[in-house]
């Protein structure tokens, strides 16, 4: 009996125990300005202010964020933009690239904007002013500055888990051979090299509102 009693009360010594809080997820965040790190245990820090879009890489270890140098619509000639890079270690922030206009579409990066870490935080992908109806996606190295042109498109993100991980989920817009058919924006799981691989099924129809979700979950793919 003393037994039972010892056991009923330790069980309500620890139902009364509160569960220990589950850590935060580091995260980065634009405040009014200024590019913010929150780490596991919610302390908040300024990396930098005047900047906008950060995004936290893979490793925890690095920001990389976008600084308007000309304000405007990305989407316009009159706007410029630089990309920096922050170390979270040291606080130290550098200019990965600076803004860099080119006289055609596929080497223009007089304007960058929202910028994604590759899969394994050694690139950064950004997208430049191109085409009338779509932008062009340049792929950074971070450790050069190096730059190269990838595809045409609107980058959605980078696929952090599944059987495609690393792969970029894209929307395009593109034209039917059917001229009685207006232009879609299907969106297309495509290789970090630029390759093309297919197009998320039924993308074609809904314009990846519902079909990228669905396909993700089929791949068991995350998009962080």
Known sequence: MRGLL???????????SPLPA???????????????????????????????????SPDG????FIKEEVAGDPGYDTARSSLWLADLASGKVRLLLASTPGTEVTTNLAAMWKPRFSLNGGFVYVLAEAWATSFAIHQINVSTGAHRYVTDGDLQFVIRQGRYAGYLMVQKHVYPKNIDRGAYNPVFVIRPDGGESFMVPGSDKDDGERSVEAWLRSQRGTRR
């Not at 010892?6 to 009364?16: D, K, N, P, T, Y």
Request: some cysteine.
């Open 22 to 56: 589950k850590a935060a997820q580091p995260r980065v965040a634009e405040e009014r300005g200024a590019v913010v790190y929150y780490d596991a245990a919610a302390s908040r820090r300024v990396l930098a202010t005047g900047y906008i879009q950060p995004e936290l």
């Open 61 to 64: 270890k690095s920001v990389v």
């Open 6 to 16: 010892f056991l009923m009360s330790l069980c309500g010594v620890l139902a009364a």
